[in-house]
């Protein structure tokens, strides 16, 4: 079956710190992945998404490159800001039968001033 | 409103009562699913809607949970006779088509005592 796995947290960093946050997957065929990003107290809000090998999803300084051949999907930013800290999912969706999510565990960033 | 909206936010009971967990899904959006939100466990699928139908609700984890959705728009999970490893946060998530992005709601946090 599909499956998803992240780095275990918590991340703790600096403000202005380099962040990579590891995802790997297991799944046949093309699927799409997505990082969905966890605010205290809110739901779970698209971050970036890419939908096939090579894509390269960006948003907020946030990006991540679908790279088939390391079934990998990591999480990166140059820069990190107090306001990031939050829980970060990665999840895949397969490209056929429906259309559920599968998330990895998540992985909990702390950024310090 | 514009999103996805999940009430009640919290929800305590005692074990063995019934408990319903209301989703207002985005208005228009055909595609409704639910997940669980454990500690140490992550984000579990439990159901989906597409239209009043579900086609899959393989997450289901046992027929304590049951789950429907009618006029193509709210959806109510009960859990009967409600254990303590029900305790989690349970999300909702809609989306326009089944292959389009999912909105999250905030989540009903249950704790059974």
């Known amino acids: 079956g599909n499956s998803v796995t992240q780095m275990e947290g918590p991340v703790t960093l600096s403000e202005e710190a380099f962040l990579t946050i590891n995802c790997t997957y297991t799944a046949t065929g093309y699927p799409s992945l997505f990082w969905y990003v966890q605010y205290p107290g809110e739901g779970l809000q698209l971050l970036l998404k890419a939908t096939k090998a090579d894509d390269k999803g960006s948003n907020k300084g946030f990006e991540a490159t679908y790279r088939k051949e390391t079934t990998s999907f990591h999480l990166e930013k140059g820069s990190v800001q107090v306001s990031d800290s939050a829980v970060y999912f990665c999840?895949?969706?397969?490209?056929?039968?429906?259309?559920?999510?599968?998330f990895g565990k998540g992985t909990m960033l702390l950024v310090s001033p | 409103g514009a999103g996805v909206s999940q009430s009640p936010s919290n929800k305590v009971t005692e074990k063995g009562k019934d408990v319903e967990l209301r989703c207002d899904p985005i208005s228009g959006h055909t595609a409704l699913y639910w997940y669980r939100q454990s500690l140490g466990q992550g984000l579990e699928f439990l159901i989906y809607?597409?239209?009043?139908?579900?086609?899959?609700k393989s997450g289901l984890p046992s027929d304590r949970f049951s789950a429907e959705r009618t006029g193509g728009s709210v959806s109510t999970l009960t859990i009967q006779r409600t254990q303590q490893e029900d305790s989690a946060v349970y999300l909702c998530?809609?989306?326009?088509?089944?292959?389009?992005?999912?909105?999250f709601g905030a989540g009903t946090r249950l704790s059974v005592l």
């Open positions: 998530a809609s989306s326009l088509n089944p292959r389009d992005i999912q909105y």
């Open positions: 809607f597409q239209g009043n139908s579900a086609p899959d």
């Open positions: 999840a895949l969706r397969a490209d056929s039968g429906y259309s559920t999510l599968t």
